[in-house]
């Protein structure tokens, strides 16, 4: 199984990107997909990752962090077994790796997630 992400980059604040992820060993559209950031380390400190987006497998419904709704669009391929994030309208504080992942679980949690990309860069100057 293989997540690979690619469309991340430098951009200005205010400015777009679209993330890519396709997979290969794994049928995306029998998961529930998502993409995620890192976030603070857990009570263990172990690095934890935020569901900065994701499609629930079961139901179809899309999910977004508060934070990105209104200007962040995640969608999916089927044919091409692949899933997007649009990022519009970014800001300095959505700098980060942004990785791609699909599990069984159908929830916000990392935990849940079997596959997982290595993530691609994303860097927001002001």
């Known amino acids: 199984v293989q997540l690979v992400e690619s469309g991340g980059g430098l951009v200005q604040a205010g400015g777009s990107l679209r993330l890519s992820c396709v997979a290969s060993?794994?049928?995306?559209?029998?998961?529930?997909i998502g993409w995620f950031r890192e976030g603070p380390p857990n009570e263990r400190g172990r690095v934890s990752y935020?569901?900065?987006?994701?499609?629930?497998?079961?139901?179809?419904?899309?999910h977004y962090l508060d934070s990105v709704k209104g200007r962040f669009t995640m969608s999916s391929d089927k044919a091409k077994n692949m899933m997007y994030l649009q990022m519009n309208g970014l800001v300095p504080e959505d700098s980060d790796v942004y990785r791609c992942?699909?599990?069984?679980?159908?929830?916000?949690?990392?935990?849940?997630?079997?596959?997982w990309g290595q993530g691609t860069q994303v860097t927001v100057s002001s």
């Open positions: 935020i569901a900065v987006a994701y499609i629930n497998g079961s139901d179809g419904s899309t």
């Open positions: 992942a699909a599990g069984f679980g159908g929830s916000v949690y990392d935990y849940e997630y079997d596959y």
């Open positions: 060993g794994v049928t995306l559209d029998d998961h529930t």
